[in-house]
């Protein structure tokens, strides 16, 4: 045994020692053993989910739109962050930037890249800014998910985050109701932080869906499913209370959605085709009826009976301009021109002038023409046909909880668009875009059609452009918050008779964005009030001159020229008046007295 122990150890002397050889290089830039590349993607990812949570929750009591506009800027500033942090992961060695390849991803590009064109021939070009550039920011953002964020854990995390974002908003509204909260501002309790309960509602639709197909497909997880389930019952009974009828139609849709991809999935696509086929032609007859039958029509309250008002003095201004439209944001500076078209609307007066069609569908027709709307409906119909195509009996049951919930959510999302306006605010069309990006990553990564960026110059130089572009796109919410700021603290004054401080403050709060013609015509009343007759007339020439159709700038102009004893003048401002709404009593009273007098002394009250 001791011969042998030596024999050994003699013969591992006598081997020739190996060189020791020299680690293998890395792939990628390495910091305590991790990869920049899996760090960059779980920052963009858990940065993004943090987005999908907060985003409703965020308000600024301080301004007068104290919802939608700091939940535009923060979902904005967000996925700026959210896609340097992935354009910088594409350009590490390591990394690739792949992008979806399908029609329903060309058609979002190219709408988004519409919206942004119509600035150039829009009317306002700050509020067709202020749309365009929030549908391109939802655009980018679902182009993000798709490039970096398409892993199975991703896509279940971000599915959690609208659950999670559906709970923290029903909590906050059920607070409003039953525990008196009062520290958001809210037109009407519970709204939760959106201030309208019609929002709220529309926003309810699209978490109900993720929150009750995640407690169907995790009925296995005992302890998940009951928390999903109650989750879904607090959305449901916030959503009672909002009493949106447009909403609870939505779901009602959503029930007959899921009913025909079951279909789909069990009886395939010879007894779903008849099967819509059929409910479109009934749903399509009913919806004739209800719009062309007086006794039918007769039945509805005031709120539906003045949306076919809206509706069909809309199509007067679709008709002008069918294919370039408007310009985006356009539609609230002319409708004015055809208020007594079709119907005359009797609400539309100074103090009341609509500022959307509640059918989205329809305002984006009058706004981005006949092109926007088509490139509009091709998304979001490219991404059902996408979810009908991947429910098959193969397919696992990840997929089909992404299927059913995003395709639901967006279902409701169209539903609520035809009756209201999800589309002009911040959190629905950010939802319904990513619910669509959802179905739309699922279909892409299922038949391989993505497009591959090769050339690591062009990420970077993406990268930059977007860090560039979300500096400025931060500088312009600022500016404009703090002109929404000032804004408020005018029309508070005004409204107490204080016009000298209006006036301050209109000032600031037009310094801060000179194209505001909402704060000009303010700051001309203010000018008015006090005094000021010149600096008025000429702000408010400023307004009539690009919004000719602005009843109140029009109005208070008028007055401007009667107190100066421009007789002329102010008779040609109220006659303008009185051609946009020939019932209006006082500006009548007004003219017969310039007609009989020549002169006359208006006090603005």
């Not at 829009?122 to 964020?149: E, H, I, R």
């Not at 400025?472 to 002109?483: A, G, Q, Y």
């Not at 307004?543 to 109140?552: D, E, F, G, K, Q």
Request: charged share 15%; aromatic share 12%.
């Amino acid at each position: 045994m001791g011969a042998a122990k030596k024999k050994s150890r003699f013969k591992k002397k006598d081997l020739p020692q190996r060189k020791a050889q020299p680690a293998a290089p890395s792939e990628g830039p390495l910091v305590n053993g991790h990869d920049w590349g899996t760090r960059l993607e779980s920052c963009a990812g858990w940065l993004f989910c943090l987005l999908v949570i907060v985003a409703p929750l965020v308000f600024n009591a301080r301004l007068r739109n104290f919802a939608d506009l700091p939940q535009r800027t923060f979902i904005q500033s967000g996925v700026a962050l959210f896609c340097i942090a992935g354009l910088a992961r594409s350009a590490l060695p390591r990394g690739r930037l792949e992008v979806p390849r399908c029609l329903s991803g060309f058609a979002l590009v190219a709408f988004s890249c519409w919206a942004l064109l119509s600035v150039l021939w829009s009317s306002s070009p700050y509020d067709a800014l202020y749309s365009a550039v929030y549908w391109s920011a939802c655009a980018l953002a679902v182009a993000g998910v798709a490039a970096w964020l398409r892993e199975d854990v991703w896509l279940a995390r971000i599915s959690g985050s609208i659950v999670l974002s559906g709970a923290l908003v029903s909590a906050t509204a059920l607070s409003q109701q039953f525990l008196g909260m009062t520290r958001i501002p809210s037109v009407k309790i519970p709204s939760a932080a959106f201030g309208n309960p019609n929002v709220l509602a529309e926003f309810l639709c699209i978490t109900i869906v993720f929150s009750a197909c995640a407690a169907w497909f995790l009925r296995r997880r005992l302890l998940l499913a009951v928390l999903c389930w109650l989750v879904c019952t607090s959305e449901i009974l916030v959503m009672y209370y909002t009493r949106c009828r447009s909403a609870w139609l939505a779901l009602a849709c959503v029930v007959l959605w899921v009913f025909g991809l079951l279909l789909k999935r069990y009886r395939g696509w010879k007894f779903f085709v008849p099967a819509l086929a059929l409910m479109l032609c009934v749903g399509g007859y009913a919806g004739f009826k209800f719009a062309t039958q007086p006794s039918l029509r007769g039945s509805f309250d005031g709120s539906a009976k003045y949306r076919l008002i809206v509706w069909n003095n809309t199509f007067e201004l679709l008709k002008q301009k069918p294919v370039l439209g408007f310009g985006a944001g356009s539609f609230s500076y002319m409708y004015g021109d055809v208020i007594n078209v079709n119907q005359q609307d009797l609400v539309f007066d100074k103090t009341v002038q609509i500022r959307r069609t509640h059918n989205d569908f329809l305002q984006t027709a009058v706004e981005l023409g006949l092109p926007g709307l088509l490139l509009l409906v091709s998304f979001a119909g490219g991404a059902l046909i996408m979810a009908l195509r991947l429910i098959v009996p193969q397919s696992t049951t990840r997929d089909q909880f992404m299927v059913f919930a995003a395709s639901g959510a967006l279902v409701s999302f169209l539903v609520n668009s035809s009756f209201g306006f999800p589309f002009q605010r911040a959190l629905t069309p950010f939802l319904a875009f990513l619910s669509a990006g959802l179905i739309l990553v699922l279909y892409c990564r299922k038949h391989k059609m993505f497009f591959s960026v090769k050339r690591r110059g062009a990420v970077i130089a993406a990268m930059l452009c977007v860090a560039v572009a979300g500096v400025l796109l931060l500088r312009f919410n600022l500016t404009i918050i703090e002109s929404d700021m000032y804004f408020k603290r005018a029309l508070a004054m005004e409204k107490k008779q204080q016009n000298a401080r209006a006036r301050h403050f209109a000032l600031q709060a037009i310094g801060e964005r000179p194209e505001r013609m909402d704060v000009l015509t303010t700051l001309g009343r203010a000018y008015i009030t006090t005094g000021q007759l010149d600096e008025g007339i000429a702000a408010l020439q400023t307004v009539t001159s690009r919004h000719p159709y602005n009843l109140n700038a029009l109005f208070i102009l008028g007055v401007g020229y009667a107190n100066a004893g421009r007789g002329a003048e102010a008779l040609e401002a109220f006659s303008r008046v009185l051609t946009i709404k020939p019932d209006f009593t006082e500006a009548r009273t007004i003219v017969s007295r310039l007609k009989a007098r020549g002169s006359v002394k208006v006090n603005l009250r």
